[in-house]
């Protein structure tokens, strides 16, 4: 057994148990990649996949094990790198974020700024998805970190630093009849609603402030982007409810923001990122380049209440 073999296993993984794919990703001929598996196989004496003929359909139960094995060398191996680089003092580098929309756009600028003037070598790559796609790529380690308020604190095998607490907003026209008298889930619930897609920006703390209200939201928009649901409340489609972050006074001066931190649950932005990872000395210093801003951030809005 050795370090190629394990490093083959987990490209199979990767590209779906392809193994043309993962012979060139390893820079070798399809028939090496199928000979270091036998010779593996054979030295464990039992199969690692699952097949049908020769094609590969996924793993074994050992193999299933094994490849949990598998992932820890491979965290290992790029510890050591960065602990290598943080020696030296390597200010160059990667540094891959995996966010929200809404995170991308309305915490992250000033940060990324911040840490281009402090590290002008290490290149930043933004990976943007939902929360549950953004915990899939820290275990991939297609991701350092990941910044988002859904479905992080569901996994034990990650880190979590919170960073902001927010609430949700309605947005309506200026003329709308919620402009007028106390905003309730009652009055919400008889509304057509627009909001985020389960899963995204607190999705789950509004349909838990309904459901323990035993009310029914007639929800007939839904999507990831709170720019998207601004979009269509502007056309008459219905109330928008969207983090408070993302109402911007500036540009969304038609539109009023009603507080609904009463009526919903606060919500919590957190990063995460996984247990066994070696942060490099640039990656720490965006984390705390990240706190600070949302601190800035939740003193900027309290100031303003």
Known sequence: MNLNQLELLRLLRETDYNLSKAAEKMHVVQS???RQLQLLEAELGSPVFERHGKRLLGLTPLGEHIMREVEQIHQAKKNIQSMADDFRANRNGTLHIATTHTQAKYLLPVPVQKFRRQYPGVKIYMLQSSPDNLIDLLHQHRADIAICTEKLAEDDRLILKPCYRWHHVAVVP???PLTGGDVTLQRLAAEPI?????GFTGRSAIEKAFHDAE?????ILAAA???VIKTYVRLGLGVGIIAETSYEPGKDSDLVALDLSRLIATSVTK???LKQ???PSYCRYFIDALLE???LKHLGHCSGQ
């Open 32 to 34: 090496a990649v199928s």
């Open 271 to 273: 990063i995460a990122y």
């Open 194 to 198: 627009l909001t985020y897609s389960p």
């Open 174 to 176: 200026q003329d709308h």
């Open 293 to 295: 801003q949302a601190q």
């Open 277 to 279: 990872l070696y942060l």
């Open 225 to 227: 982007d709170s720019d």
């Open 215 to 219: 009310l029914q939201p007639d929800i």
